[in-house]
């Protein structure tokens, strides 16, 4: 449907694509799926692979099982599974002529904004050296606080950082129904999403359970960081044989379709923050200034929650704790606490020093 115009194509491939029921790679569907990714390759396509597995391939090779792992020890299991991963990886592209890198990615590496410009970088030489870079994050030393624990919102972030034009998660089921069709025989199958309102939300909720480890939330997660960094994105089926093919030639997926007003890279990058350190909740007349364009400045702000540094992620909330922005602050936690509710001019009297005047200024903030 729409790949055609497609450039730069990042797709992620789940486990339990990857990996059949009994923990063994699936050899005849990745060699199918090479030679999909010969053909794009051929039509000058650069592709991006996110490929989770590592966890489940070292459980294979180690003879132990999945449920139940401990974190360490899953750290330590995913270190031995990423290079079986790899290899499987590395001995299959080579029969298509195809030749990989990988790159294993932390939360950090995404969200500070001179490590995602690195990433970006590398990934971006590797493409003009005509490689397939395989992502998965990096397993063995993230823990849970400061991991994405999923690769459907690590392959959105990727795919913003990296400015792709469309992002395709192959998941276990077509895409995304109004209801559960194992419950329901009277559902719809949704082909285009434009806006993720409340209904797409709890059709994701009513279907839940029909998806993979990740699920639907994260996947509709994914699609927001998506949507609002002008990537395309597609929900389809990765069980059955050659699914890129099948979704290039319009069967059945989903399509969460891009904003149409594009941000500019910084402004993606901000928009698509996947761990936000805390929150400032702002009245209506900061409300109304960051609608028109303008900085928050401490005047408008009435509450604070979380601990956050100078620099950080935070979401900006209007009164009824609806998100309205996301920004970079200029102030840390305590110091917002400090000159909340003041005019600006009051900022160096209060806090001893002088400093900016904003708390966030227009040019790090992005409206959602
Ligand atoms: N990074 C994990 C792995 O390679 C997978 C995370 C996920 O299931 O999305 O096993």
Redesign the pocket.
């Known amino acids: 449907m729409y790949i055609d115009k497609f450039k730069k194509i990042v797709i992620k491939i789940?486990?339990s694509t990857l990996i059949d029921k009994n923990g063994k790679p699936k050899k005849i569907w990745l060699k199918e799926f090479a030679k999909d990714i010969r053909n794009l390759v051929n039509k000058k396509k650069q592709i991006v692979i996110v490929s989770?597995?590592?966890?489940?391939i070292g459980c294979e090779y180690l003879g132990i099982k999945k449920n139940g792992l401990k974190v360490d020890k899953s750290q330590a299991v995913?270190s031995i599974?990423q290079i079986e991963l790899m290899d499987f990886y590395k001995n299959t592209f080579n029969k298509s002529k195809l030749k990989i890198s990988q790159i294993l990615l932390t939360l950090d590496d995404t969200e500070q904004r001179r490590r995602s410009i690195n990433a970006r970088r590398t990934i971006d030489n590797l493409l003009a050296m005509g490689v397939v870079p395989i992502v998965?994050?990096n397993?063995t030393t993230a823990t849970t606080e400061i991991k994405y624990?999923?690769?459907?919102r690590l392959a959105a972030r990727v795919s913003q950082i990296i400015s792709a034009d469309c992002l395709i998660l192959l998941s276990d089921v077509d895409g995304l129904y109004t209801d559960n069709p194992k419950k329901n025989k009277k559902i719809k199958f949704i082909k285009t999403v434009k806006e993720i309102d409340e209904n797409i939300k709890k059709y994701a909720t009513r279907t839940e359970n029909l998806y993979g480890?990740?699920g639907m939330k994260t996947k509709i997660e994914a699609a927001k960081i998506c949507q609002l960094s002008g990537c395309y994105m597609a929900i389809g089926n990765g069980n059955s044989m050659n699914p890129i093919k099948k979704i290039i030639e319009n069967q059945k997926c989903t399509w969460f379709l891009p904003r149409v007003s594009k941000l500019d890279a910084r402004k993606q990058w901000i928009i698509g923050s996947v761990a936000p350190k805390g929150e400032v909740i702002i009245d209506q007349g900061a409300l109304d200034a960051i609608r028109n364009g303008k900085s928050l400045l401490p005047a408008g702000v009435k509450r604070i929650n979380g601990n956050f540094e100078k620099g950080d992620h935070i979401l900006v909330k209007d009164q009824n704790n609806v998100e309205c922005a996301r920004g970079l602050t200029s102030f840390s936690s305590s110091e917002v606490g400090k000159i909340k509710g003041s005019h600006s001019s009051k900022i160096k009297n209060i806090l001893g020093y002088s400093s900016r005047e904003e708390i966030i200024h227009k040019d790090d903030l992005v409206k959602v």
């Open positions: 789940g486990s989770s597995g590592a966890i489940a995913a599974g998965n994050e397993d624990g999923d690769n459907d480890s990740g």
